[in-house]
Protein backbone atom coordinates (compact mmCIF):
# COMPACT_ATOMS: atom_id res chain seq x y z
CA UNK A 1 0.00 0.00 0.00
CA UNK A 2 1.32 3.43 -0.61
CA UNK A 3 0.40 7.05 0.38
CA UNK A 4 -0.53 10.01 -1.46
CA UNK A 5 1.49 11.92 -0.07
CA UNK A 6 4.92 11.59 -1.54
CA UNK A 7 7.58 10.76 0.60
CA UNK A 8 10.94 9.84 -0.61
CA UNK A 9 12.50 6.66 0.32
CA UNK A 10 15.34 7.91 2.52
CA UNK A 11 12.94 9.19 4.56
CA UNK A 12 12.86 6.97 8.08
CA UNK A 13 8.95 7.84 7.67
CA UNK A 14 7.24 5.86 5.31
CA UNK A 15 3.66 4.90 4.70
CA UNK A 16 5.09 1.30 6.51
CA UNK A 17 6.17 2.91 9.83
CA UNK A 18 3.01 5.80 10.89
CA UNK A 19 4.92 6.53 14.24
CA UNK A 20 3.28 8.22 17.23
CA UNK A 21 4.39 11.25 18.24
CA UNK A 22 3.67 14.85 19.49
CA UNK A 23 3.99 18.28 18.86
CA UNK A 24 3.37 22.09 19.64
CA UNK A 25 0.72 23.00 16.60
CA UNK A 26 0.68 26.29 15.05
CA UNK A 27 -2.03 27.41 17.48
CA UNK A 28 1.14 26.59 20.70
CA UNK A 29 -1.42 23.51 21.33
CA UNK A 30 -0.22 20.04 21.76
CA UNK A 31 -1.42 17.33 19.48
CA UNK A 32 -0.85 13.28 19.28
CA UNK A 33 0.37 13.08 15.99
CA UNK A 34 2.00 10.66 13.31
CA UNK A 35 4.30 11.30 10.40
CA UNK A 36 4.25 10.92 6.81
CA UNK A 37 7.64 12.34 5.46
CA UNK A 38 7.83 15.95 6.04
CA UNK A 39 4.24 15.85 6.94
CA UNK A 40 3.04 16.15 10.34
CA UNK A 41 -0.40 14.99 10.51
CA UNK A 42 -2.62 16.10 13.80
CA UNK A 43 -4.46 12.92 15.30
CA UNK A 44 -6.33 15.77 17.72
CA UNK A 45 -7.45 17.36 14.50
CA UNK A 46 -8.50 14.27 12.29
CA UNK A 47 -10.79 13.30 15.26
CA UNK A 48 -12.32 17.11 15.51
CA UNK A 49 -12.65 16.08 11.66
CA UNK A 50 -14.83 13.15 12.83
CA UNK A 51 -12.34 10.65 12.06
CA UNK A 52 -11.29 8.23 15.01
CA UNK A 53 -14.90 8.49 16.30
CA UNK A 54 -14.50 5.77 18.79
CA UNK A 55 -10.93 7.23 20.54
CA UNK A 56 -11.60 9.73 22.69
CA UNK A 57 -7.87 9.56 24.09
CA UNK A 58 -6.63 10.76 20.76
CA UNK A 59 -7.56 14.31 21.70
CA UNK A 60 -5.14 14.32 24.98
CA UNK A 61 -1.59 15.94 24.82
CA UNK A 62 0.01 12.40 25.62
CA UNK A 63 -0.92 9.11 24.27
CA UNK A 64 -0.81 7.24 28.17
CA UNK A 65 -4.57 6.64 27.93
CA UNK A 66 -4.49 5.53 24.38
CA UNK A 67 -1.74 3.09 25.61
CA UNK A 68 -4.44 1.78 28.08
CA UNK A 69 -6.44 0.69 25.62
CA UNK A 70 -4.24 -1.83 24.29
CA UNK A 71 -2.87 -3.41 21.22
CA UNK A 72 -6.54 -3.84 19.38
CA UNK A 73 -6.79 0.14 19.63
CA UNK A 74 -3.20 0.34 18.57
CA UNK A 75 -3.85 -1.45 15.29
CA UNK A 76 -7.53 0.07 14.82
CA UNK A 77 -6.09 3.73 14.60
CA UNK A 78 -2.92 2.49 12.21
CA UNK A 79 -5.15 0.63 9.98
CA UNK A 80 -7.64 3.91 9.86
CA UNK A 81 -4.20 6.16 9.04
CA UNK A 82 -3.52 3.63 6.08
CA UNK A 83 -6.97 4.06 5.03
CA UNK A 84 -7.00 7.89 5.04
CA UNK A 85 -3.75 8.40 3.48
CA UNK A 86 -3.74 5.54 0.76
CA UNK A 87 -3.45 5.94 -2.94
CA UNK A 88 -6.86 6.14 -3.67
CA UNK A 89 -8.94 7.87 -1.07
CA UNK A 90 -11.30 10.37 -1.36
CA UNK A 91 -9.66 12.53 1.89
CA UNK A 92 -6.96 13.83 -0.48
CA UNK A 93 -9.20 15.86 -1.80
CA UNK A 94 -11.09 16.62 1.50
CA UNK A 95 -11.50 20.51 2.67
CA UNK A 96 -10.88 19.40 5.90
CA UNK A 97 -7.80 18.10 5.28
CA UNK A 98 -5.34 20.86 5.18
CA UNK A 99 -6.30 21.78 8.37
CA UNK A 100 -4.47 18.46 9.89
CA UNK A 101 -1.08 18.41 8.39
CA UNK A 102 2.01 20.79 8.68
CA UNK A 103 5.49 20.67 7.68
CA UNK A 104 7.40 19.11 10.68
CA UNK A 105 9.32 22.26 9.79
CA UNK A 106 6.30 24.11 11.68
CA UNK A 107 5.55 22.47 14.77
CA UNK A 108 8.36 21.41 18.18
CA UNK A 109 8.37 17.97 19.41
CA UNK A 110 7.48 17.45 23.05
CA UNK A 111 7.44 14.07 25.00
CA UNK A 112 4.57 11.72 23.54
CA UNK A 113 4.53 10.69 26.93
CA UNK A 114 3.81 10.95 30.84
CA UNK A 115 6.71 8.81 31.95
CA UNK A 116 6.08 8.01 35.07
CA UNK A 117 8.67 5.49 35.67
CA UNK A 118 11.73 4.64 33.80
CA UNK A 119 14.23 1.66 34.42
CA UNK A 120 17.61 1.38 32.54
CA UNK A 121 19.13 -2.18 32.09
CA UNK A 122 22.57 -3.19 31.06
CA UNK A 123 21.56 -5.75 28.64
CA UNK A 124 24.38 -5.38 26.22
CA UNK A 125 27.02 -8.40 26.86
CA UNK A 126 29.75 -6.70 24.69
CA UNK A 127 29.12 -3.53 26.78
CA UNK A 128 28.77 -5.26 30.25
CA UNK A 129 32.39 -7.08 28.98
CA UNK A 130 34.18 -3.59 28.18
CA UNK A 131 33.40 -2.18 31.11
CA UNK A 132 34.16 -5.06 33.67
CA UNK A 133 37.51 -5.10 31.64
CA UNK A 134 38.64 -1.64 32.27
CA UNK A 135 37.34 -1.43 36.01
CA UNK A 136 37.89 -5.45 37.49
CA UNK A 137 39.82 -7.80 36.84
CA UNK A 138 39.69 -8.60 32.77
CA UNK A 139 39.68 -12.61 33.15
CA UNK A 140 36.13 -12.18 35.04
CA UNK A 141 34.86 -9.00 33.41
CA UNK A 142 31.22 -9.85 34.07
CA UNK A 143 29.59 -10.67 37.42
CA UNK A 144 28.33 -13.83 38.66
CA UNK A 145 24.49 -12.92 38.40
CA UNK A 146 24.73 -11.30 34.78
CA UNK A 147 24.27 -13.69 32.88
CA UNK A 148 21.67 -15.11 35.12
CA UNK A 149 19.37 -12.01 34.98
CA UNK A 150 18.84 -8.91 33.06
CA UNK A 151 20.50 -6.71 35.26
CA UNK A 152 18.82 -2.97 35.65
CA UNK A 153 18.41 -0.07 38.01
CA UNK A 154 15.49 2.57 38.28
CA UNK A 155 16.27 5.99 36.54
CA UNK A 156 15.12 9.45 37.30
CA UNK A 157 11.78 9.82 34.91
CA UNK A 158 11.90 13.41 35.81
CA UNK A 159 14.79 14.58 33.89
CA UNK A 160 13.90 12.44 30.73
CA UNK A 161 13.77 15.10 27.89
CA UNK A 162 12.31 14.76 24.33
CA UNK A 163 14.99 15.37 21.51
CA UNK A 164 16.17 18.67 20.99
CA UNK A 165 16.28 19.67 24.98
CA UNK A 166 19.57 20.81 25.55
CA UNK A 167 21.58 19.17 28.47
CA UNK A 168 23.42 20.98 31.19
CA UNK A 169 27.03 19.75 32.27
CA UNK A 170 25.92 18.32 35.69
CA UNK A 171 28.22 19.33 39.03
CA UNK A 172 29.18 16.73 41.45
CA UNK A 173 31.65 15.04 43.40
CA UNK A 174 34.51 12.67 41.93
CA UNK A 175 37.44 11.17 43.19
CA UNK A 176 40.24 9.66 40.84
CA UNK A 177 42.14 6.57 41.94
CA UNK A 178 45.01 8.80 43.17
CA UNK A 179 43.31 11.76 44.14
CA UNK A 180 44.07 11.82 48.50
CA UNK A 181 39.94 13.13 48.79
CA UNK A 182 37.04 13.78 46.58
CA UNK A 183 36.54 17.45 44.96
CA UNK A 184 33.17 19.19 43.92
CA UNK A 185 32.82 20.52 40.26
CA UNK A 186 31.67 19.96 36.22
CA UNK A 187 32.31 15.92 35.53
CA UNK A 188 35.05 16.35 33.23
CA UNK A 189 34.36 12.96 31.31
CA UNK A 190 30.55 13.24 30.23
CA UNK A 191 29.35 10.44 27.79
CA UNK A 192 26.23 9.28 25.90
CA UNK A 193 25.28 5.97 26.23
CA UNK A 194 23.26 4.47 22.77
CA UNK A 195 20.21 2.61 24.00
CA UNK A 196 16.62 1.82 22.24
CA UNK A 197 13.77 1.75 25.09
CA UNK A 198 10.07 0.09 24.73
CA UNK A 199 6.92 2.39 25.98
CA UNK A 200 4.69 -0.04 27.63
CA UNK A 201 1.42 -0.26 28.61
CA UNK A 202 0.47 -1.06 32.03
CA UNK A 203 0.67 -4.69 33.72
CA UNK A 204 -1.02 -6.97 36.04
CA UNK A 205 -1.84 -5.32 39.16
CA UNK A 206 -2.33 -8.77 41.85
CA UNK A 207 1.18 -9.24 41.76
CA UNK A 208 1.34 -11.93 38.98
CA UNK A 209 3.63 -10.44 36.65
CA UNK A 210 4.07 -10.56 33.03
CA UNK A 211 4.97 -13.89 31.38
CA UNK A 212 7.73 -13.71 29.15
CA UNK A 213 5.63 -15.28 25.98
CA UNK A 214 2.98 -12.59 26.63
CA UNK A 215 5.85 -9.31 27.50
CA UNK A 216 5.70 -8.43 23.90
CA UNK A 217 1.82 -7.46 23.92
CA UNK A 218 2.38 -4.66 26.28
CA UNK A 219 5.19 -2.89 24.20
CA UNK A 220 3.20 -0.24 22.36
CA UNK A 221 6.61 0.80 20.47
CA UNK A 222 10.29 1.42 20.45
CA UNK A 223 12.24 4.42 20.82
CA UNK A 224 15.82 5.79 20.55
CA UNK A 225 17.20 6.71 23.94
CA UNK A 226 20.43 8.59 25.04
CA UNK A 227 20.87 7.75 28.94
CA UNK A 228 23.65 10.44 29.58
CA UNK A 229 26.16 9.64 32.42
CA UNK A 230 29.33 11.54 34.17
CA UNK A 231 31.55 8.36 34.23
CA UNK A 232 34.22 10.44 36.74
CA UNK A 233 31.01 10.97 39.36
CA UNK A 234 29.70 7.35 38.97
CA UNK A 235 32.86 5.92 39.51
CA UNK A 236 33.32 7.59 42.60
CA UNK A 237 29.91 6.91 43.75
CA UNK A 238 28.45 3.50 42.48
CA UNK A 239 29.46 1.39 45.29
CA UNK A 240 27.46 0.10 46.73
CA UNK A 241 23.97 0.92 45.52
CA UNK A 242 24.86 1.81 41.84
CA UNK A 243 24.33 5.03 39.47
CA UNK A 244 23.28 8.22 41.29
CA UNK A 245 23.98 11.50 40.29
CA UNK A 246 26.16 10.74 37.55
CA UNK A 247 23.32 8.97 35.95
CA UNK A 248 19.62 11.26 36.97
CA UNK A 249 20.62 14.75 35.71
CA UNK A 250 19.73 14.52 32.15
CA UNK A 251 18.42 11.19 29.38
CA UNK A 252 17.06 12.30 26.15
CA UNK A 253 13.95 10.52 24.74
CA UNK A 254 13.68 10.61 20.46
CA UNK A 255 10.60 12.41 19.31
CA UNK A 256 8.96 9.67 17.59
CA UNK A 257 8.04 6.23 18.95
CA UNK A 258 8.18 3.78 16.28
CA UNK A 259 4.78 1.23 16.88
CA UNK A 260 5.45 -2.29 17.50
CA UNK A 261 3.44 -3.70 14.82
CA UNK A 262 5.35 -2.02 12.47
CA UNK A 263 8.58 -3.71 12.97
CA UNK A 264 7.38 -7.13 12.46
CA UNK A 265 9.84 -7.18 9.00
CA UNK A 266 12.71 -6.11 11.07
CA UNK A 267 12.67 -9.55 13.96
CA UNK A 268 15.56 -11.36 14.24
CA UNK A 269 17.27 -14.03 16.03
CA UNK A 270 19.03 -13.39 19.68
CA UNK A 271 22.10 -14.75 20.89
CA UNK A 272 21.80 -18.26 22.12
CA UNK A 273 21.37 -18.86 26.07
CA UNK A 274 22.58 -22.04 26.60
CA UNK A 275 25.86 -21.76 29.46
CA UNK A 276 23.62 -20.71 31.50
CA UNK A 277 20.78 -21.64 30.47
CA UNK A 278 18.37 -19.27 32.04
CA UNK A 279 15.60 -19.77 34.69
CA UNK A 280 12.05 -21.19 33.05
CA UNK A 281 10.40 -18.08 33.66
CA UNK A 282 13.04 -16.27 31.03
CA UNK A 283 13.30 -18.15 28.87
CA UNK A 284 11.85 -17.68 25.24
CA UNK A 285 12.69 -18.78 21.35
CA UNK A 286 15.08 -17.00 20.26
CA UNK A 287 14.36 -17.43 16.79
CA UNK A 288 12.97 -14.11 16.84
CA UNK A 289 13.46 -12.64 19.82
CA UNK A 290 15.52 -9.37 18.96
CA UNK A 291 14.96 -6.38 16.14
CA UNK A 292 17.32 -6.00 12.95
CA UNK A 293 17.98 -2.36 13.98
CA UNK A 294 20.99 -0.71 12.51
CA UNK A 295 22.05 2.44 15.30
CA UNK A 296 24.60 5.47 14.55
CA UNK A 297 25.98 8.03 16.79
CA UNK A 298 27.43 11.17 15.43
CA UNK A 299 28.97 14.43 17.30
CA UNK A 300 28.20 17.57 15.77
CA UNK A 301 30.97 20.15 16.30
CA UNK A 302 29.78 23.83 16.96
CA UNK A 303 30.04 24.23 12.96
CA UNK A 304 27.04 22.19 12.86
CA UNK A 305 29.68 19.04 10.82
CA UNK A 306 28.87 16.00 11.88
CA UNK A 307 31.54 12.87 12.70
CA UNK A 308 29.86 9.00 12.98
CA UNK A 309 31.54 7.67 15.78
CA UNK A 310 29.81 4.89 16.19
CA UNK A 311 27.72 2.20 14.28
CA UNK A 312 26.30 -0.59 16.22
CA UNK A 313 22.80 -2.41 16.06
CA UNK A 314 20.09 -3.59 18.37
CA UNK A 315 20.41 -7.18 17.81
CA UNK A 316 23.58 -7.17 20.01
CA UNK A 317 21.39 -7.34 22.91
CA UNK A 318 22.09 -10.37 25.39
CA UNK A 319 18.78 -9.99 27.13
CA UNK A 320 15.48 -9.14 24.72
CA UNK A 321 13.14 -6.60 25.98
CA UNK A 322 10.68 -9.62 26.50
CA UNK A 323 12.85 -10.62 28.93
CA UNK A 324 13.56 -7.25 30.70
CA UNK A 325 9.95 -6.76 31.05
CA UNK A 326 9.23 -10.45 32.64
CA UNK A 327 11.98 -9.99 34.95
CA UNK A 328 10.92 -6.37 36.39
CA UNK A 329 7.33 -7.70 36.64
CA UNK A 330 8.25 -11.05 38.24
CA UNK A 331 8.26 -10.29 41.61
CA UNK A 332 5.06 -8.49 41.17
CA UNK A 333 5.81 -4.90 40.05
CA UNK A 334 2.90 -3.03 38.40
CA UNK A 335 3.67 -2.15 35.49
CA UNK A 336 1.89 0.98 33.78
CA UNK A 337 1.25 2.80 30.88
CA UNK A 338 3.58 5.32 29.54
CA UNK A 339 6.43 3.52 31.80
CA UNK A 340 9.88 3.90 29.60
CA UNK A 341 12.08 0.52 29.85
CA UNK A 342 15.62 1.23 27.74
CA UNK A 343 17.90 -1.35 26.89
CA UNK A 344 21.33 -0.16 28.53
CA UNK A 345 24.66 0.76 26.32
CA UNK A 346 24.17 -1.37 22.90
CA UNK A 347 27.24 -2.45 21.73
CA UNK A 348 28.76 -5.01 19.34
CA UNK A 349 31.68 -6.85 18.58
CA UNK A 350 33.83 -4.16 17.14
CA UNK A 351 35.83 -1.29 18.40
CA UNK A 352 33.92 0.97 16.01
CA UNK A 353 30.62 -0.22 17.25
CA UNK A 354 30.66 0.34 20.97
CA UNK A 355 28.12 2.48 22.04
CA UNK A 356 29.50 5.08 24.33
CA UNK A 357 32.17 7.49 24.69
CA UNK A 358 34.13 5.14 27.88
CA UNK A 359 34.38 2.52 25.46
CA UNK A 360 35.25 3.62 22.30
CA UNK A 361 38.12 5.68 23.70
CA UNK A 362 38.70 3.11 26.32
CA UNK A 363 38.20 5.63 29.15
CA UNK A 364 39.59 8.48 27.79
CA UNK A 365 43.13 6.94 26.68
CA UNK A 366 42.61 6.93 22.85
CA UNK A 367 40.76 9.81 21.94
CA UNK A 368 38.52 9.57 19.09
CA UNK A 369 39.63 12.53 15.82
CA UNK A 370 36.56 14.31 14.54
CA UNK A 371 35.75 16.24 11.22
CA UNK A 372 38.01 19.19 11.71
CA UNK A 373 40.96 17.72 13.43
CA UNK A 374 40.34 18.18 17.58
CA UNK A 375 39.76 15.16 19.31
CA UNK A 376 37.39 14.11 22.12
CA UNK A 377 37.72 11.77 25.03
CA UNK A 378 34.79 12.66 26.27
CA UNK A 379 31.94 14.98 25.27
CA UNK A 380 32.75 18.53 25.15
CA UNK A 381 30.55 21.71 26.31
CA UNK A 382 28.99 23.18 23.06
CA UNK A 383 29.02 19.41 21.38
CA UNK A 384 25.58 18.02 19.99
CA UNK A 385 24.84 14.08 20.39
CA UNK A 386 22.72 12.59 17.42
CA UNK A 387 21.18 9.47 17.84
CA UNK A 388 19.63 7.44 14.68
CA UNK A 389 18.39 4.50 13.44
CA UNK A 390 16.39 2.46 11.09
CA UNK A 391 15.39 -1.22 10.16
CA UNK A 392 17.61 -3.06 8.23
CA UNK A 393 15.68 -5.22 5.83
CA UNK A 394 12.09 -4.64 4.64
CA UNK A 395 10.85 -1.10 4.07
CA UNK A 396 12.66 1.50 5.69
CA UNK A 397 11.59 2.46 9.31
CA UNK A 398 12.91 4.79 11.21
CA UNK A 399 13.44 6.49 14.21
CA UNK A 400 13.96 10.32 13.39
CA UNK A 401 16.88 11.54 15.42
CA UNK A 402 17.55 11.88 19.31
CA UNK A 403 19.84 14.82 19.67
CA UNK A 404 20.90 17.34 22.37
CA UNK A 405 23.58 19.70 22.91
CA UNK A 406 25.69 20.11 25.72
CA UNK A 407 25.44 23.23 27.68
CA UNK A 408 28.22 23.97 30.10
CA UNK A 409 27.87 23.53 33.84
CA UNK A 410 25.76 25.87 36.22
CA UNK A 411 28.09 27.70 38.81
CA UNK A 412 27.64 26.44 42.35
CA UNK A 413 29.20 28.51 45.27
CA UNK A 414 27.97 28.52 48.92
Given at each position: ??????????????????????????????????????????????????????????????????????????????????????????????????????????????????????????????????VGMMFRDPANALLPNWLHLPVGYHGRASTVSVSGTDVVRPNGQRKGPNDPAPVFGPSV??????????????????????????????????????????????????????????????????????????????????????????????????????????????????????????????????????????????????????????????????????????????????????????????????????????????????????????????????
Amino acid sequence: MASFIPVSDASDFSFSNLPWGAVRWADQTTHLATRLGDTVISLNLLRRAGKFASFAELERDTWNAFIDRGPEAWSAVRRELQNLYREGSDWISSPQRASCELLATEVSNVLPVHIGDYTDFYASRQHATNVGMMFRDPANALLPNWLHLPVGYHGRASTVSVSGTDVVRPNGQRKGPNDPAPVFGPSVKLDFELEVGVILQGGPRDGTGVSVEDAECHIFGLVLFNDWSARDIQQWEYVPLGPFLAKNFASTLGAWIVPYEALTEARCAGEPQEDPMPLPYLQQDRRVSHWDLTLEVAIATADGRETVVSTSNAKHLYWSFAQQIAHHSINGCVLRSGDLMASGTISGDEPDSYGSMLELTWNGTKPIRLHDGSERAFIEDGDTVVLRGRTTKGPRIGFGECRARVLPATPWQK
